[in-house]
């Protein structure tokens, strides 16, 4: 197997987004007539450089074979190939391989143990290994009111299947999680919240909130789309029982994700999704199930994707994402500080870089969300615009809608800067500028 | 530049003074409409005749984008005082513009000020906007229809 090329900016003091450029063939395109691409979306999925590329096409021209069956030389080598992007993910997130579950993405493997855990509920888990992840009428779910639809509805659904309660941590004014507003109970059995939010850019106070739930018992899942692509995330540091990743946001492929559990956990939790490879022993009367992650992982499972993820985590990992963040911080203050210049705006979400990532949201009095978005697409600018998956958070915050830019390692000032521009020829076309 | 063509003059008339905008009393029947991907709402209110047949007053109350309130009154202006079966005529025709990817060729007999909008239909990301108000008055008006009068 070869190994994913280095970027070209790899080494550098920092991070210099035209260095990297080159490796990303789509940001050279134009759109709407001939006008530059500006990139301002990666939020909701990233540009793949040419290595990650590279590697799928390697993996699928050289070794490409159902993993984990079958003796000839093609299965052992997309074996290996799929067993080594699961080791390098996971010392990325500071990880143990057989901590890692590969995904369809993050809202599979919220789901997977919300299933697992419904599964224990109704009692058929494996035994009474899994009696843990049993819920029922008085039990309590804890949420909070900034999560993406992903992390909130499958708990909504978890709740109704079991009788358990969903609670929620609410949010402040500057888009903080209000850790007071709420105790935790002996019935609190799970809190899932997200590290950073996809919308406010915010990150959460992970220790607080885990040293609270630890005190009553519950378990803590983070979901860390909006994270780990983003800036060095160590997941066993940070204490968490269950963690879950898109690889489309972290430069790798869409069609994989990564759930992450303890193994003591993941070894007492029972399937969800159940068939082919996740067994142990099948007879017509029944089966007993293989130890994770392989339980987890029914059917063949993308291949190429995971060996894509690995390629990208190779990217990062050769960039350094302590200059990730640094990078994506530089950008994040220079949008507060142009779009805070444009009389009408306003910011959705923390006004300053403390305890923020590189996700600026913002409404424009007098303009919907969608009609900047379109104005802004007129001049190649991509944004996204709307309540971005996380409805109620907008009600919190009385919006229907709001303009979302979010950045990544290609992202250069130039662009960030532009983005206000944009604005204001929004507000000059539909008359509200001052 | 494209925008312009998509926010023709008479979208943005009607978007910055929008007819029929306020619910209003007496209705026959209420129908409420989300668009999902981006949380705009609107509130549509029929009057028709004690026929059933004609189409009295339309009113609303629109959160949304230009695009959606622009189109709602619109809406109001082609199907007052027509009959219900002229206005589902309308009504197709709009859907069959705004649905069309901007290859179908608007009949401005039937659709009057609404062929404005056939520059939206080049944005599929748009047309639910504009085809917002007219779901909530086929709603309403089957409402009526169904006896299902709701306050």
Not at chain 1, 152 to 167: D, H, N
Not at chain 1, 408 to 418: F, G, L, N, R, S
């Amino acid at each position: 197997m070869t190994t994913a090329q280095a970027p070209a900016g790899a080494g550098l003091a920092g991070l210099d987004p035209a260095v990297l450029r080159p490796d990303f063939a789509i940001l050279s395109r134009t759109v709407r007539d001939g006008r530059p691409l500006v990139y301002l979306d990666s939020g909701a999925t990233s540009q793949r450089p040419r290595q990650v590329l590279d590697a799928e096409r390697e993996f699928l021209e050289q070794h490409n074979s159902a993993v984990h069956r079958g003796a000839h030389q093609l299965a052992e080598e997309a074996t290996d190939a799929y067993e080594s992007a699961r080791a390098r993910i996971a010392a990325f997130v500071g990880a143990d391989p057989d901590e890692l579950v590969f995904v369809k993405n993050a809202t599979e493997g919220i789901n997977l143990v919300a299933y697992a855990m419904s599964n224990s509920s109704i009692r058929t888990g494996l035994g009474p290994e899994s009696e843990r992840f049993a819920l029922g009428p008085g039990d309590e779910i804890v949420v909070t009111e900034l999560e993406h639809h992903a992390n909130l509805v499958p708990w909504q659904e978890l709740c109704r299947r079991t009788g358990a309660t969903l609670r929620w941590y609410p949010v402040t004014d500057e888009g903080r999680i209000d850790v007071d507003a709420l105790e935790l109970s002996e019935r609190t059995k799970v809190v899932a919240f997200a590290h950073q939010s996809n919308v406010l850019g915010s990150v959460a106070p992970v220790q607080e909130l885990v040293r609270r739930a630890r005190a009553v018992g519950a378990l803590v899942l983070l979901d860390a789309c909006q994270s780990v692509p983003h800036l060095p995330v160590d997941l066993r540091a940070l204490d968490v029982d269950f963690a879950v990743f898109s690889g489309h946001k972290m430069l790798g492929p869409s069609g994989v994700g990564v759930l992450y559990g303890r193994t003591e956990l993941l070894e007492a939790m029972p399937p969800f999704l159940t068939g082919g490879s996740m067994i142990e022993l099948v007879r017509m009367e029944g089966s007993t199930y293989a130890p994770p992650p392989q339980r987890f992982e029914a059917g063949v499972p993308m291949t190429s994707q995971a060996v894509g993820l690995g390629a990208a985590v190779d990217y990062l990992t050769a960039l350094g994402m302590e200059n990730v963040h640094a990078h994506e911080m530089a950008l994040t203050q220079v949008a507060l500080d142009t779009l805070r210049e444009v009389p009408g705006v306003r910011i959705v979400g923390p006004d300053s870089l403390e305890a923020r990532g590189g996700t600026v949201a913002f409404v424009v009095d007098g303009v919907h969300a969608h009609d900047v978005g379109q104005v802004l697409d007129d001049r190649g600018i991509a944004v996204r615009v709307g309540h971005h998956c996380a409805w109620p958070l907008h009600r919190r915050f009385g919006v229907a809608a709001t303009v979302r830019a979010s950045f990544h390692v290609y992202t250069t000032v130039d662009e960030v800067a532009q983005l206000a521009d944009g604005v204001r020829a929004a507000q000059e076309f539909f008359g509200t500028g001052r | 530049m494209q925008l312009e063509q998509m926010y023709q003059e008479i979208i943005l008339d009607h978007y910055r003074s929008p007819h029929g905008s306020g619910l209003k009393d007496p209705f026959d029947a209420e129908s409420q409409q989300i668009n999902p991907t981006c949380g705009d709402e609107i509130t549509l209110r029929v009057k028709l005749d004690d026929a059933g047949e004609k189409v009295l007053d339309v009113s609303h109350e629109t959160l949304g984008c230009s695009i959606s309130q622009a189109s709602a009154s619109v809406l109001t202006d082609l199907v007052i005082g027509q009959t219900v079966e002229e206005s589902m005529k309308v009504l197709a025709a709009f859907q069959e513009m705004a649905q069309g990817r901007g290859k179908v060729e608007p009949d401005e007999e039937v659709l009057g000020d609404a062929v404005a909008f056939a520059g939206v239909a080049k944005y599929p990301a748009r047309v639910k906007c504009a085809l917002l108000g007219w779901m909530a008055f086929k709603d309403a008006v089957v409402r009526v229809q169904d006896g299902k009068v709701e306050a």
